[in-house]
């Protein structure tokens, strides 16, 4: 297996599992709504929102490799997984959890996720063009706004850009 597709495989992986855990918490767990969002609608929208990307990463996946173009995700001169690599792999996404979380705070959600999501682009999908760099962040960025400002009536914090 190359290195995209442990990449691949470990998001997929990860995004499924905090959105099943995170829906067996609000449902059995101790969580109760805010204060402030007095529903389920907020956490309960990002677990699906995690469910549907962990499946759709496993659908292009799955296609892929009914096209047998596997090979397509592959870097050139890319060697096989090893398990420092995969080690390392979880170690930066938890990572750039972290710092996506830290820009969150900082920059702003819609901001934070336009940045984050091209460096997921660029990372996760090597042969990217540059067109998709700078298109797929900001489609995300934008639904993210759409579905947190017009759809769910949420206020954004004011943090330093918007």
Same mark, same amino acid.
């Given at each position: 297996?190359?290195?995209?597709?442990?990449k691949e495989l470990l998001s997929a992986a990860l995004m499924l599992t905090l959105?099943?855990?995170?829906l067996l918490h609000i449902q059995y767990g101790?969580?109760?709504?805010?204060?402030?969002?007095?529903?389920y609608i907020?956490?309960?929208t990002a677990y699906y929102f995690l469910l549907a990307a962990g499946v759709w990463v496993l659908a292009a996946l799955g296609l892929f490799a009914l096209k047998g173009r596997l090979?397509?995700?592959?870097?050139?001169?890319a060697e096989n997984q090893d398990l420092v690599g995969v080690g390392v792999?979880?170690?930066?996404?938890?990572?750039?959890?972290?710092?996506?979380?830290?820009?969150? *705070?900082? /920059? &702003?959600?819609?901001v934070a996720t336009v940045a984050f999501?091209?460096?997921? #682009?660029?990372?996760?999908? %090597?042969?990217?063009t540059y067109k998709s760099l700078l298109i797929v962040? *900001?489609? /995300? &960025?934008?639904?993210?706004?759409?579905?947190?400002?017009?759809?769910?009536? #949420?206020?954004?914090?004011? %943090?330093?850009?918007f």
């Open positions: 297996m190359n290195r995209t597709m442990v959105g099943i855990a995170g101790a969580w109760r709504p805010a204060p402030l969002v007095p529903s907020m956490p309960q090979s397509a995700l592959e870097r050139p001169g792999a979880v170690a930066l996404m938890l990572g750039g959890a972290v710092v996506y979380f830290w820009l969150v *705070l900082n /920059v &702003g959600l819609v999501n091209g460096v997921l #682009v660029a990372m996760l999908a %090597p042969n990217a962040p *900001l489609l /995300v &960025g934008a639904a993210v706004w759409l579905l947190f400002v017009r759809m769910i009536g #949420v206020t954004l914090p004011t %943090p330093l850009l």
